[in-house]
């Protein structure tokens, strides 16, 4: 017990270090300037004043505050003078990020100053002593933890020997390392096998000890306390608005409940690291998607379990990770941060933050491979999702919950439709998620800056994974975003995600396969690709009532080789997705933007989901633009054409350029509704195609301005009925005799 007390002490009084240099810190966040100046000048004083004599050898004398304290006065001083410029530039907002780095610059200033303590201390007496004292109940309390693992059983399977090693900071009496080989000879005596017991010294340790079976490691060490020590003050959460006192008692606490705990984790050993893959041997019972952690701190996620061997991606730089070193179970599964702190933010694959405004503090966290809904947890797409452009809400309808593709060869619009979705969603309660896999850092940064433009980021989430990173994000990128799609989709709120782009993707994944020496397939694919898209485009879904009415669309891109669209990856996704919205080159260039080709595209499930109206107005669309297309092949041969076809001709050349549509002009569905009859029912037939466009913004602001009662109704979406009809008739007949388009100064 005394021990005890005395390890609480030691770390009790790391902890106070901090009260004395919180100070200068807790008045910055105050924000009184005033009041920051008096504490300023205190620490100025304490500078000043001569430092205690040092005391003797031993004791308690590294354990003086004060005289640790000084120079972090020095360099809090300056942090409390630059912040506090910052924050008198920037507001209420930047007060609570400077609050929040000042309590996170405490927790790494007291973990380095905990093991600074810790080093000394426990190699100096009383604190050597009393730790050797408590090696009897460290023992005796690891033993009552032993077991083990289905891995050890495996194992014994195959070889009939299980290592077992006791490493000690000191040289462990004999009696206690009998015990420990008397205990396990049993247990392994118990499933017929044998022990292979060794015992080891490690100054390392700091003190304590630990015991390894197999690949299980239970460690009553000082390195493993500290270690935990600083994972749990990494991952705290911190909200910026807490007192100082409120945070250093609670790592007190932390710190309190440390001391009587044996940690228990598997180990295992590097033995290749190339190109972002890693293999390991070792880590028994470890399973797929789970993350591990390299002795220099970097993490991975294990994808390939062999016989013998396990393969990990690497999460970022591989080159710190050196073949023999130390792996160890992080104990979960790979998972990122989800949450409403993501919305406005730019995140990388896993989920931190890279636009510069601060780490993302949540404590909540979705698993990055997740089952998809089960059938009977779906509900059928029912609600439309509009992207504001005409010629797809009219002619490719997207439900809330479907899967529509996006694909076309490069420079065809793309990213442009997809974001320009995310634009038409402001205001309408849809969170938005982009992932950026393989693009370029630039089209990332301008995808944001349009979206902030248009007020688009507050609800709005980018993934990104630039061409710059390293494949395993590329890869994990995709299945991130999805999982904090899902946070918002299983709290019953609708999402959108775009996926640009999945080619980018299988590329990645390619990559990795043939890495990890998985055998390949078509186009050098592996053959599990389909199952990848799959099972990440199966968890966008509409769901049911009962599970919350929740909703995830998805608007995966893919891009093509001149056109190709039955090459392998293409055939793969357009069979997964409900629909494929099919971006043409040729049109793109002819000037026909958004550039879709209408023979092409289709959407299995969408029209459910368009409103009555909408579907009203545009039912023979599709057939008269495929007429059209046909018909125009053929005049092009001749010029001589019967009044019918040139009738066809007309009309279809009218529609096709009011179907044309720039970037970032969404419209409203009333509008396009509008639009669409007021041109298929031949108001247009006289105006030149030129003037369209006049003609298109005329008529939206004469219906606003002239009929209000007859827009609000188009805006409800409900079907027109006879007298609807007849009185938006005689409104068209009426714009379209005053001729408006002819005045060009509009
Ligand atoms: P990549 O293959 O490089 O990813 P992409 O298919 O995503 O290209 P975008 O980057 O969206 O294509 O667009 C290519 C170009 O076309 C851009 O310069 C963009 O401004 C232009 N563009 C896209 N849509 C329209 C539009 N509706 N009206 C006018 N210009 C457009
Ligand atoms: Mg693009």
């Not at 044996?262 to 590097?270: D, E, P």
């Not at 995830?552 to 997705?577: F, H, K, Q, R």
Request: proline fraction near 4%; charge should be negative.
């Amino acid at each position: 017990m005394e021990f005890l007390y005395a390890v609480i002490n030691f770390l009790i009084l790391a902890a106070l270090i901090f009260l004395f240099g919180r100070k200068p810190i807790g008045s910055m966040m105050e924000n009184r300037r005033k009041k920051i100046q008096d504490e300023l000048d205190a620490a100025e004083a304490a500078e000043k004043e001569p430092l205690p004599p040092p005391e003797e050898a031993g004791g308690t004398a590294p354990l003086d505050p004060e005289q640790l304290a000084q120079p972090k006065i020095q360099e809090i001083r300056a942090e409390a003078e630059e912040s506090l410029r910052q924050v008198e530039a920037n507001g209420q907002a930047a007060r609570l990020e400077v609050r929040r780095e000042a309590i996170s610059d405490i927790h790494k200033y007291m973990v380095s100053s905990i093991r600074e303590q810790a080093v000394r201390m426990f190699g100096s007496e009383p604190y050597a002593s009393l730790l050797r004292e408590r090696e009897g109940d460290m023992v005796r309390l690891i033993l009552s933890r032993v077991r083990l693992t289905p891995g050890d059983i495996a194992y014994l399977k195959t070889h009939d020997v299980l290592y077992v090693t006791l490493t000690s900071a000191f040289p462990l009496p004999e009696e206690l390392v009998r015990q420990v080989g008397d205990y396990t000879d049993q247990m392994l005596a118990a499933v017929h096998g044998k022990t292979s017991f060794w015992v080891r010294q490690d100054p390392a340790l700091l003190g304590g000890l630990c015991l390894r079976i197999g690949d299980t490691v239970y460690d009553c060490s000082v390195r493993e306390r500290l270690y935990q020590l600083e994972r749990k003050m990494q991952k705290d959460d911190i909200s910026g608005t807490e007192s100082m006192e409120d945070v250093v008692s609670a790592l007190e606490q932390d710190i309190e409940r440390m001391t009587d705990r044996v940690y228990l984790y598997q180990l295992g050993r590097v033995l290749t690291v190339s190109d972002g893959i890693c293999w390991m041997d070792g880590l028994a019972d470890i399973m797929y998607g789970e993350v591990v952690e390299f002795s220099c701190g970097d993490r991975g996620m294990v994808l390939d379990i062999q016989p013998g061997r396990i393969g990990c991606i690497i999460y970022g730089d591989y080159t710190r990770i050196e073949s023999g070193s130390r792996v160890r179970r992080v104990g979960r599964i790979a998972s990122v941060p989800v949450g409403d702190v993501l919305l406005g933010r730019v995140v990388d694959a896993l989920g931190h933050a890279i636009d510069g405004k601060g780490q993302i503090r949540t404590r909540e966290r979705r698993p990055i491979e997740f089952h998809a809904p089960a059938i009977l947890d779906r509900a059928s797409v029912s609600q439309p999702l509009h992207t504001g452009i005409k010629a797809i809400d009219a002619l490719v309808p997207i439900g809330r919950g479907q899967r529509e593709l996006i694909i076309g060869d490069r420079q065809t619009g793309k990213t442009s439709l997809a974001i320009d979705t995310i634009i038409n969603q402001k205001g309408k309660g849809i969170v938005c998620i982009y992932v950026a896999i393989g693009q370029k850092d630039t089209t990332v940064a301008e995808v944001r800056a349009k979206l902030e433009k248009y007020g688009a980021m507050s609800y709005t989430i980018i993934v990104c994974a630039a061409a710059s990173a390293s494949a395993s994000l590329q890869y994990i990128a995709p299945f991130s975003g999805t999982a904090m799609g899902e946070y918002f989709m299983y709290a019953g709120r609708d999402v959108l995600i775009v996926y640009d782009d999945l080619s980018k993707h299988s590329v990645a994944y390619r990559e990795l396969s043939l890495l990890l020496h998985r055998p390949s397939g078509r186009e050098a694919f592996p053959g599990d690709i389909f199952y990848l898209h799959s099972r990440l485009l199966e968890r966008s879904a509409k769901l049911s009532d009962q599970l919350g009415g929740g909703s995830m669309t998805a608007l995966p891109i893919l891009e093509t080789l001149a056109g190709d669209i039955s090459s392998y990856i293409p055939t793969n996704v357009i069979s997964i997705t409900d629909g494929q919205i099919f971006l043409d080159t040729e049109l793109f260039f002819e000037g026909q933007r958004p550039a879709v080709n209408v023979g092409l595209s289709v959407s299995r499930v969408g029209s459910a989901a368009q409103t009555r109206l909408m579907k009203q107005v545009s039912g023979s669309l599709r057939m008269k633009l495929a007429q059209y297309r046909e018909l125009s092949g053929f005049s092009q041969f001749g010029s001589d054409v019967d009044d019918d076809t040139r009738a066809v001709l007309d009309a279809g050349i009218r529609m096709m350029t009011v179907l044309k549509q720039g970037r970032f002009a969404p419209l409203p569905d009333w509008k396009q509704a509008l639009l669409i009859y007021a041109v298929s029912e031949g108001y247009a037939k006289d105006v030149p195609v030129e003037k369209l466009d006049i003609f298109e913004k005329k008529l939206y602001t004469y219906m606003e301005t002239h009929f209000p009662a007859l827009k609000q109704t188009l805006e409800s979406g409900v079907k027109m009925d006879d007298d609807t009809r007849q009185a938006l008739g005689a409104a068209l007949s009426d714009f379209a005799e005053a001729q408006v388009w002819q005045d060009s100064n509009s």
